[in-house]
């Protein structure tokens, strides 16, 4: 997991504190530096999840105009043996920006997330003109995996929202669909896999997780072999 938001809540999310380690993901995009980012990593307390921090500071980021910060990430995973992991996630900030736009130029694969809402359509729209001009000018290799729907609730307002996002993207939907529990947030504030944690909710979560795991990585590996 490369953590790029300033929030940093996937870093807490998996057990770790930004202020306990030396070295987080700001440090990689401060300067441009082959194989940087493996100076960054920590084990996380997840089982076979290692971590690149997130860290406030990299609000900071926002606001370096230098023409090769977009390239930093992809230069400092450059040359690392990246082949114990099955998947490299690139845990973005909410907002298409300037760290956005570094994650898009080290990817290989771009996985969509979101609700089903008006907001959540408009959204996407506005994330893939920036992956068509990163495909066009940065990472002409750059591909959409998939979209997810996340924190589906049962109303008729979401099936309306859900039946538009199929119409207009089609198969890039992933079948299953991930349903707002409360478990999700209560397993994330305890930095708990959800795989570990007790309750119905969260048995349902992390049987469609798996689902979504599988279905990914044969998306991605089936047309690089390995995913960024």
């Known amino acids: 997991m490369i953590d790029l938001d300033p929030q940093a809540n996937a870093t807490a999310g998996l057990g770790v504190e930004s202020e306990d380690v030396p070295l987080t993901v700001n440090d990689v995009l401060a300067v441009r530096r082959r194989g940087g980012l493996a100076d960054v990593l920590v084990a996380s307390t997840w089982d076979g999840v290692d971590l690149a921090p997130g860290t406030l500071d990299l609000g900071n980021?926002?606001?370096?105009?230098?023409?090769?910060?977009?390239?930093?990430?992809?230069?400092?995973?450059?040359?690392?043996?990246?082949?114990?992991?099955?998947?490299?996630?690139?845990?973005?900030?909410?907002?298409?920006?300037?760290?956005?736009?570094?994650?898009l130029v080290a990817a290989s694969h771009v996985l969509i997330i979101t609700d089903a809402s008006a907001d959540g359509l408009r959204g996407i729209g506005n994330v893939q003109q920036t992956i068509d001009v990163v495909r066009a000018h940065m990472n002409p290799g750059l591909r959409v995996a998939a979209v997810l729907v996340n924190k589906r609730e049962r109303m008729g307002e979401q099936d309306a929202r859900?039946?538009?996002?199929?119409?207009?993207?089609?198969?890039?939907?992933?079948?299953?669909?991930?349903?707002?529990?409360?478990?999700?947030?209560?397993?994330?504030?305890?930095?708990?896999?959800?795989?570990?944690?007790?309750?119905?909710?969260?048995?349902?979560?992390?049987?469609?997780?798996?689902?979504?795991?599988?279905?990914?990585?044969?998306?991605?590996?089936?047309t690089t072999g390995s995913a960024t």
């Not at 930093?72 to 298409?96: A, F, M, Q």
């Open 61 to 103: 980021r926002e606001l370096d105009g230098s023409h090769d910060m977009p390239f930093r990430l992809r230069e400092g995973l450059d040359g690392l043996d990246l082949t114990p992991y099955k998947l490299v996630l690139l845990d973005c900030p909410p907002s298409v920006g300037r760290l956005m736009l570094a994650a």
């Open 162 to 222: 859900e039946a538009e996002l199929r119409q207009a993207f089609g198969d890039l939907v992933l079948q299953t669909v991930l349903p707002k529990r409360a478990d999700a947030q209560t397993a994330h504030g305890a930095a708990t896999p959800i795989t570990r944690w007790k309750g119905e909710g969260a048995r349902t979560l992390s049987i469609l997780l798996s689902d979504v795991y599988d279905e990914l990585l044969e998306r991605t590996h089936a």
